[in-house]
């Protein structure tokens, strides 16, 4: 948020320089982002007045203007132009007219728009300055005239003394949702800088009471039938004069990064800036009957000041009269009952709302305004009250107009609550003594009274620090008063244990190091999707927890599986490359009947630019056997899936190339590898085939060797020898891979499916049997002895047609 230092200190009688103020806070209580200047670019800018007005000679759409800039005649001005009287500037603008006082640039100016003034001749006319428009100042977007100024502005004064900015400095503060109550307003900063220097906050806050203020009111009533509405406070003015705010209101408002509207509309805001509660003004003759605050109808609709038309449902909160919708509680007022030029009557409203309800409408209708930006983070009620007696005084100001009514409904008011703060635990709690003087001080200066009781002080909490609930809130409320820097570094009394190792972070970066160089890259995605991608992934038969209100409707589901994530960033990324392979690490929730279950996943895809049937799944099934090696898990093994009710569906995946990753031994399935469906992969408009293994860390975790044993390399030659086989379809790799183990015994080091196609019912496979001893080398004999005890085996044990 925006914040004038000029405002500031103003507020809080700061003698510093707005960096020394920017330190401190930042330090000591909210983070100043940024510090901008603003003001110098009205250097040699000053007030004019149009004296004569002539076509240019040479130029249909020029005009030469005589501008009279000598009543308060600054020097920068005497010093461009000498002793001249008028000063002649060529000027293409069609809005002026002899007698408008304007904005005058001189020679030697540098405007906020970036343009520098200098004398220059167009077309043979000597132009000593430049006549402004809005945006050319900074002021505004419109470029379609000159800027006129009121009549009765002072003549020869600078630009910047006529808009009461000589010069600024805005912080740009970041609150935190735990003070945005008090903190999102210049009074609340005020008194922060204030408490921080050690000196009076001098606002007169506690006197901010409305006076004459009643339940019931003759000309209108205000009726609460919603509990979310926590106080509705409202006045009815009659006989305002609608017109522009002052020049320094508009401009604390531009500052802030507020559109000026009228004063009236600009004053509300102003207030908002001031005290940090949002209010509204309607327009009286717009209402029909009595104001009701009430819970929206569904399907209602309601026109917004913006024009945009929203359609509302029973959880949404309402202003209304007794026959139409006004102003959506707390985000915006409707265009209906909006202010105008011809408004004499109005009604103002300051009110406090529930904060959660204010978040949930915002979010789902998708309107930020600065009204909801402080509803939606809590605001104290009593807050109201004060705002609107602000906002009546300067209408009266600005405005003109007579209250005839001041109608409050404050169903159950927030009081002062206590707060008994132990001054030795303060002590033990900062590490440090802060003196009893100086605790009491730094409590009243945040507002906060205090009463000695034995070692203890009984706090009173002003109703504005919603975020002071127990007596370690007061402490550290004094820490950072005091200053941290203050305490002094001791050595710890007792030594700190060991740091523990967080194995699952030593696994994760083993992985993305193995990963990537196999030449994959790494993904983020969000933990959620859609309704629709659960479906189009075949997973709408797994139970799903569903967020209450999500962000939008891309993000309904908590994701149960990695796989509608990283397909739809195939999808994306398919459009620009024809072959590659990417990754994930990140958490799936299963359903458990109450919290989630959550899991740490792997995910790994890969796209080939291949038309070959099985060739993208051998190639990731080859990236999964290398990744398991690397991780130190050698004796796993591929077998048939057997989906579970919370883990994917058949309908995911291409039933022919499907399995689970199990770990010998243990039998538990670590993850599974698949190619994904045809239909799937047209879902999400894929024209390739995709194929997939996921992983369960916790699971891989488990199995996986942290150390690599050392193997002597054999000082035997190794023979390898194929072997080509008929079986029937039902039989399985892992299988075959067991019994040509368990028969060749010891000389088999390893065996390796390099072919397979189907024929008939049966699946034709083709294997590489490495052979070879630790002891001798093996001859012939050796070998076909064991070739031999495969082949009785595998046609003994499973039927198979060896080919010999």
């Not at 002026?96 to 304007?102: E, H, L, M, S, Y």
């Not at 506690?206 to 009533?221: C, F, V, W, Y």
């Not at 009604?347 to 904060?355: I, R, V």
């Not at 048939?640 to 243990?666: C, M, Q, Y």
Request: glycine share 8%; charged share 30%; hydrophobic share 40%.
């Amino acid at each position: 948020m925006k914040y004038s230092f000029n405002w500031l200190k103003e507020l809080s009688g700061t003698e510093k320089s707005a960096e020394e103020v920017r330190e401190e806070l930042t330090m000591r209580a909210l983070e100043v982002e940024g510090l901008e200047k603003i003001g110098g670019g009205f250097d040699s800018v000053v007030v004019g007045k149009i004296i004569s007005l002539k076509k240019h000679p040479d130029a249909d759409r020029l005009q030469v203007v005589e501008v009279d800039i000598t009543g308060k005649r600054p020097a920068f001005a005497k010093a461009s132009t000498g002793e001249e009287e008028l000063h002649r500037i060529v000027c293409g603008a069609s809005n002026i007219k002899i007698g408008d006082i304007v904005p005058v640039a001189l020679p030697g100016a540098k405007l906020p728009c970036g343009i520098e003034i200098k004398k220059a001749k167009i077309r043979g006319v000597e132009s000593s300055g430049m006549l402004c428009a809005e945006d050319e100042l900074g002021l505004g977007t419109s470029h379609d005239g000159i800027k006129i100024l009121e009549a009765e502005t002072e003549i020869g004064i600078p630009f910047a003394e006529y808009l009461g900015v000589e010069s600024d400095d805005i912080f740009e503060i970041k609150v935190l949702p735990d003070r945005a109550h008090d903190a999102m307003s210049h009074v609340g900063v005020a008194r922060e800088i204030t408490a921080l220097e050690g000196i009076e906050f001098d606002y007169d806050f506690d006197g901010l009471e409305l006076e004459g203020k009643t339940k019931k009111g003759k000309k209108i009533n205000v009726e609460i039938k919603n509990d979310n509405c926590k106080r509705y406070v409202g006045v009815l003015m009659e006989n305002v004069e609608i017109k522009d705010s002052p020049s320094w209101m508009q401009n604390r408002l531009r500052i802030s990064g507020i559109r000026p509207i009228n004063n009236v509309v600009d004053a509300t805001n102003y207030v908002m800036l001031e005290l940090g509660n949002p209010l509204h003004a309607f327009d009286l003759e717009k209402i029909s009957g009595n104001i009701i605050v009430r819970e929206a109808k569904d399907n209602e609709k309601l026109t917004l000041l913006d024009g945009a038309e929203i359609e509302l449902n029973s959880d949404d909160l309402l202003i209304t009269d007794n026959e139409k919708a006004l102003a959506l509680a707390g985000i915006m007022g409707g265009l209906h009952s909006r202010i105008s030029d011809n408004t004499k009557n109005i009604f103002l409203e300051a009110a406090s709302f529930d904060a959660v309800l204010i978040r949930k409408t915002r979010t789902r209708l998708g309107i930020q305004t600065d009204s909801s930006s402080r509803f939606e983070k809590d605001i104290d009620p009593n807050m109201a009250e004060k705002a609107m007696v602000r906002l009546v005084e300067i209408l009266k100001h600005i405005a003109g107009g007579e209250i005839k009514e001041t109608i409050d409904i404050y169903p159950e008011p927030v009081k002062l609550w206590k707060i008994e703060l132990d001054l030795g635990y303060v002590e033990r709690l900062l590490g440090e003594t802060v003196p009893e003087k100086d605790i009491v001080r730094i409590l009243n200066s945040l507002g906060i009274a205090t009463e000695k009781s034995g070692n203890d002080l009984k706090c009173l909490i002003p109703t504005f620090r919603l975020d002071l609930g127990t007596q370690e809130d007061l402490i550290e409320e004094i820490g950072r008063v005091w200053g941290y820097d203050k305490v002094q570094p001791r050595i710890m009394a007792e030594t700190p244990a060991s740091r523990k190792v967080n194995e699952m972070s030593i696994l994760e970066r083993r992985i993305r190091n193995a990963l990537s160089a196999f030449g994959l890259d790494e993904i983020y995605n969000y933990s959620f999707y859609s309704k629709k991608d659960a479906a189009d992934t075949g997973l709408e038969e797994i139970k799903h927890y569903e967020l209450q209100n999500p962000m939008n409707p891309d993000q309904e589901y908590v994701r149960v599986s990695l796989i509608p994530n990283i397909l739809k960033n195939i999808r994306e990324n398919i459009k620009n490359f024809s072959s590659f392979g990417i990754f994930e690490i990140g958490r799936a929730y299963w359903t458990n009947g109450g919290m989630p279950e959550e899991k740490r996943m792997l995910i790994v895809a890969k796209v080939l630019d291949s038309d070959k049937d099985a060739e993208t799944f051998f190639s990731v099934k080859g990236i999964c056997d290398d990744f398991l090696s690397q991780l130190g898990v050698s004796d796993f093994y591929y077998d048939n899936f057997d989906p579970t009710p919370t883990d994917s569906t058949l309908g995911t995946w291409h039933l022919g190339r499907l399995a689970e990753i199990k770990v010998e031994g243990t039998k538990e399935k670590i993850g599974y590898i698949g190619e994904v469906s045809p239909l799937i992969v047209a879902n999400f408009k894929i024209g390739k085939r995709v194929a997939i293994f996921e992983l369960d860390l916790e699971k891989l975790l488990k199995v996986s060797r942290k150390e690599k044993t050392y193997s002597a390399i054999s000082r035997f030659p190794i023979v390898t020898r194929d072997i080509s086989m008929l079986v029937d379809k039902g039989i399985s790799v892992a299988k075959i891979t067991e019994i040509i183990k368990k028969a060749g015994g010891e000389l088999v080091i390893s065996s390796e499916l390099f072919d397979i196609f189907a024929k008939d019912g049966s699946n034709s496979f083709a294997f590489h049997i490495d052979l070879g001893s630790n002891e001798r080398t093996l001859e012939s004999k050796d070998v076909d002895r064991v070739m031999e005890k495969i082949t009785t085996s595998l046609e003994k044990e499973i039927g198979a047609e060896v080919r010999k």
